[in-house]
């Protein structure tokens, strides 16, 4: 940008235009000159910069003048930020400007957006969103960059494509050692195994299931996506637009193993990595798995623990499970709903898994009861889906210019700390339009809330990863009463029974524990030792201080996607469309690495709870 505050050539412009542009040159003009002081003043006294590694080399959030400050003191004579510049005209709502933009920093190129607002009678940015999407000299072959793929003219040592993959194959892990290996092979796994394919990295994505989407097609047969279609597309190949608003599970599955096949993603299956060790002289991994009874070694650079968000299963300890004569299992080994016809069914939890399980077996002629131990959040899938997300995941959102990658970023904008503002109005919305429903729930006895805070799903989702349904139609069962609702901590099971703390004695003839899952640290304990967990510490979670999200405040997701207290591990999940936006910003942070780029991390989150 060439413009100077107040010149001619912006004075002309329509205001928003004009006090984005002035606003953006004289936050370029106080970096460019160093002058630290003067960028940090151009904050309102409260607000948040988010960074997505493009300043910080971490994900990270700083708060208020003097967090900038602190923020560009430890990085702008590294990051030598240049060339900003607005990417569309901006738009202004509500005495609030939001500006698209568009910079470089001395190793790549990054997109951001701000939202201004008039303190003191001067433009002062709200918050701020800085992304890098790109590394100079390392840009992804997509595009004008995109390869040749046929070798034109006469070449008698030619290999054929076929031919390279294979030799590719037959080589990967055993005369050519990946650089980074993704242990878990689900949606998470592959995305930023596509990732780091383009970027050509040397990756390997392992799984102890055959095939990729076989975490999908064992589970519970009426298990479908309960987000829409537009919010979980996979990086580069998007569902097609006939696809289902909500896919059924073995229609995912078969799409992630098609998925694996398009983008070529290196994936071993039936490999269970057992042991994993860290030498910090080496600065290399040692990891032992079993390739489908093959033992071998690995030894990447950079380990990437893709296992899921939700951790390890939560199984409960209790007194008479070794004498209970029926079937026990967690819902994560539920097989569906087949063979319990006629069956007495009692289902200890009140979230997804549990609704899900419930509204299956009740179709099937099971005597289900629901065992409800603390009150969760329901959203109706359909007030979810027009109400909390349409304006950014939705045909009409597409219609009004709002692509995936454009709500990505805007849902990245936010940040946490804040979020509950924009989410509070939204589900007072959504209460009023379905009274009636949860009028029904509560008269039958089932315990609501909508968050510690009124927030509903998201924030929950981001605090605590549960607590919730998303209804698509198993609470009706609830509120008629075919499905039985008792509540309370259970106490024990019996030879045919679970009895509850208040003496209540539900029969059984199968128990499925709808428990939920403990931090993903669990699995580095596992396969590293407990030291390696407790130093990593507590993975998922805000430090909000509400339930199973104990404070301090963290203002990000701990230890997701970004470099951790232990050297070479990473955590890589979440829903479908974390899973898609947040690998990028992991890929590009192990390619750096990779090739040598310098990675100086700033603001590295400390370790606040073990588990």
């Known amino acids: 940008m060439t413009q100077t505050l107040g010149s001619p050539q912006t004075d002309s412009l329509p205001s928003p235009q004009r006090k984005a542009e002035n606003w953006l040159t004289g936050f370029a003009d106080a970096l460019a000159a160093r002058d630290i002081p003067r960028a940090a003043s151009m904050f309102a006294a409260t607000s948040y910069w988010r960074d997505l590694i493009a300043f910080t080399w971490n994900i990270t959030t700083t708060e208020n003048p003097d967090g900038v400050a602190r923020r560009l003191e430890a990085t702008l004579g590294d990051v030598d930020p240049a060339n900003f510049a607005l990417e569309e005209p901006p738009e202004e709502a509500d005495g609030v400007i939001t500006a698209w933009f568009t910079f470089e920093t001395a190793i790549g190129r990054g997109r951001g957006l701000a939202r201004l607002v008039e303190e003191d009678h001067e433009t002062k940015a709200w918050t701020f969103l800085t992304t890098m999407y790109e590394l100079k000299g390392h840009e992804e072959p997509r595009g004008t960059h995109r390869p040749m793929g046929a070798e034109h003219g006469i070449n008698p040592d030619r290999m054929t494509w076929a031919e390279k993959r294979a030799q590719e194959e037959a080589e990967l892990g055993t005369t050519v050692q990946p650089y980074v290996l993704v242990i878990g092979g689900g949606q998470g796994g592959i995305a930023l195994g596509a990732r780091l394919r383009q970027l050509d990295v040397p990756a390997l994505v ?6 990729p989407g076989d975490q999908w097609r064992g589970r519970y047969k009426s298990l479908c996506l309960h987000d829409p279609v537009w919010y979980d597309h996979l990086p580069y190949l998007k569902f097609p637009d006939n696809w289902p608003v909500f896919a059924p599970k073995d229609k995912i599955a078969d799409w992630l193993e098609s998925y694996v096949k398009i983008m070529e993603v290196p994936y071993w299956g039936s490999t269970t990595a057992t042991s994993a060790n860290y030498d910090p002289a080496t600065k290399e991994w040692t990891v032992e798995v079993d390739r489908d009874g093959e033992r071998m070694t690995l030894h990447p650079k950079q380990v990437v623990l893709a296992t899921g968000m939700s951790g390890k299963p939560n199984v409960p300890q209790l007194p008479g499970q070794e004498v209970f004569r029926g079937e026990q299992h967690h819902s994560s080994q539920h097989p569906g709903p087949d063979a319990y016809a006629g069956k007495r069914v009692v289902v200890i939890g009140s979230n997804n898994s549990a609704f899900d399980i419930c509204g299956a077996l009740w179709e099937y002629g099971a005597d289900v009861t629901m065992v409800q131990r603390s009150s969760t959040h329901i959203v109706k899938s359909e007030s979810l889906m027009e109400i909390g997300m349409g304006d950014l995941y939705s045909e009409r959102a597409l219609a009004a210019g709002v692509t995936t990658e454009k709500a990505d970023m805007i849902f990245a904008s936010l940040p946490y700390r804040i979020m509950h503002e924009f989410q509070i109005p939204l589900y007072e919305k959504m209460k009023e339009r379905d009274a009636e429903f949860y009028e029904r729930l509560e008269r039958a006895g089932f315990w609501l809330d909508f968050g510690e805070d009124e927030s509903g799903l998201f924030l929950k989702y981001l605090r605590r990863g549960s607590g919730y349904y998303i209804d698509v139609g198993a609470a009706d069962l609830v509120a008629g009463g075919e499905v039985e609702l008792a509540h309370g901590q259970v106490e024990r099971l019996t030879e045919d029974s679970v009895v509850l703390a208040d003496g209540t004695e539900l029969p059984a003839d199968l128990v499925v524990y709808a428990t ?56 890589h999940g979440g829903n479908l469309h974390q899973s898609r936006h947040y690998s990028l910003y992991l890929a590009l942070q192990l390619k750096a690495r990779h090739v040598g780029i310098p990675t100086p991390v700033h603001e590295l989150a400390e370790v606040n709870h073990l588990s």
């Open 206 to 211: 392992i799984d102890n299931h055959p095939r």
């Open 516 to 571: 939920g899952y403990g931090s993903m640290n669990g699995w580095a304990a596992d396969l590293m030792g407990q030291e390696v967990a407790d130093k990593v510490g507590k993975v998922w979670g805000l430090g909000s201080d509400t339930a199973k999200d104990p404070g301090p405040w963290e203002g990000e997701e701990r230890n997701m996607w970004k470099p951790t207290q232990q050297e070479a591990l990473w955590f």
